[in-house]
């Protein structure tokens, strides 16, 4: 901050859905004892919807960052201090770092490897960017082909190419892992075109047709920094030596030959099976790691909208209303990815699999809301059900894809099932209205599922039904199945140097390696496995937690 300067974050600030953003700035700075004239800078650094009054008291709660002088601390700012209210919060780091240069190789275009391009760029790197997809306007064709009956593409659909899995999850910004980097890749974001407020929005959602405008000026501006990309190459091994500090990869194998390199960041994202394969081959560490599996549950958004806000006319401000469920039941659940005036897509890498997941337009048009609603399981749970080893978890997936295929016909249709029939325990009957666009099949999902998984689901049905009147009656269709919320598989790491275990200039980074859970945090991650590869892997900064 310099001297004399100080930085606060002020929360439990509340807004009137009405009322300027300009008082809340206000009240801001007087919690903190400070004249709004004297202060340097301030920002929302985050709002959400207080809606637990369905309709009743709706508002805003806010978080505001202040930098203000530095000065006693009176005994009021002492009790917010102890309270929690007043916290004081870094200043924001920059994604440049000292770096001794060099060639980088950075593996993956979603929001892991763009930020690790970046970084690396900005401090100095030649860096080159593979990617096994496209770029976005190729890809988006290919996935449209897919949807129009196509058989699906193994490098170009909803997981892989340009930009990522989170291209077509309409790039939810929910998971912020309070990083000194987090102000950094929001600006980033920004300039590339997305909603200013997203830098503060707890529900922000950047929409998957303003992702796809984003993704080629944030290309350019790579390109102008000297990125190379590298689209429709696939990494398909590495060509190492031994030396002091362990083993070290020379180069990085390709489709189109080899690339000699000096680091190599891998950010390769939760669905890259084939890669994890050759990863082992070539004795990188793995190791199973907890992932979420479950179902999709579709509502008609107007059901949803009134379940949160009520019949408050002043909800209609809001827009669609979305939803944050937990539960906490003898087999705890939760919703994930919730995308309000949304549709659910066939999540797809490999023929013969079924995975559903949600997506929605910046608009949030659609008469459709959408989430997965999913349970955690450990390895341990995984070995319960007959899968062991480091990629237990993995053929558990390929198990329940198969299996849903199966009963869906074959056709990418999924199997569906009323929410209350769930709880019954009865195949559906009647037309599955749905928005998902291969069409739903009925089946009996509770049988489909594992034990843990149903009786999970189950549990949270009954706990949600009461936090939204009508969640979990005949409105409510589960699609299934959901397996790639998260991935199944870590890439070990040392914590200060990011390099991976036994090797010197290897480092695995983002949702492919088991070190993040969303854009934000891969795009963190990314950009701080970056920085220590180009300063040596001697960067002190901290990874979000496994």
Known sequence: MGRGWVAWRVSGLRQELDEPDREVLIRAARTVGVDPGDVRSQRFARRSVDARGRGRDLHFVCQVDLVVPDGPRGPKLRRLLRSGKVAATPAPATLEVEGAGGRLVVVGAGPGGLFAALAGALSGADVTLVERGEAIEHRGRKVVAFHRGAEPDLDNNLLFGDGGAGTYSDGKLYTRVSDALETAVIDELVRAGAPADIAFDARAHIGTDVLHRMLPRLRARLEELGVRFLYGVRAVGVECHDGVAGRGVRALRTTQGDLELDALVLSIGHSARDTWGWLAEAGV???????????????????????????????????????????????????????????????????????????????HSSRWANAALVTTLDPAAVASLGFTGPMAGVDLQ????????????????????????????????????????????????????????????????????????????????????????????????????????????????????????????????????????VSGGNRSGTAPAP
């Not at 325990?425 to 291969?438: I, M």
């Open 285 to 363: 560490v793995m190791e199973a790691k907890p992932f979420q599996v479950g179902v999709r549950i579709e509502h008609p958004q107007e059901l949803i909208t009134r379940g949160r806000y009520g019949a408050d006319p002043r909800g209609g401000v809001l827009g669609p209303a979305s939803y944050n469920l937990q539960s906490r039941g003898e087999v705890p659940a939760h919703s994930f990815c919730m995308c309000p005036g949304g549709r659910i897509v066939a999540s797809v890498s490999e023929p013969g699999g079924l995975c559903t997941n949600g997506m929605s337009n910046s608009r």
């Open 398 to 533: 390929r198990d329940l894809e198969r299996r849903f295929f199966d009963a869906g016909g074959g056709t990418y249709a999924a199997p569906a099932q009323r929410a209350s029939d769930f709880l019954e325990g009865r195949r559906s009957s009647g037309e599955l209205r749905t928005s998902y666009g291969f069409g739903a099949t009925a089946a009996r999902v509770d049988q489909l599922l594992p034990g843990r998984v149903r009786d999970a689901i189950e549990g949270a049905l009954g706990r949600f039904e009461r936090a939204i009147p009508g969640f979990a009656g005949g409105e409510g269709l589960l699609v299934g199945i959901e397996t790639r919320s998260s991935g199944p598989v870590r890439l070990p790491r040392d914590r200060g140097s990011f390099r991976a275990q036994g090797f010197s200039n290897l480092y695995p980074a983002g949702e492919g390696a088991g070190y993040a859970g969303g854009i934000m945090s891969a795009a963190i991650d990314g950009a701080r496995a970056a920085q220590a590869a």
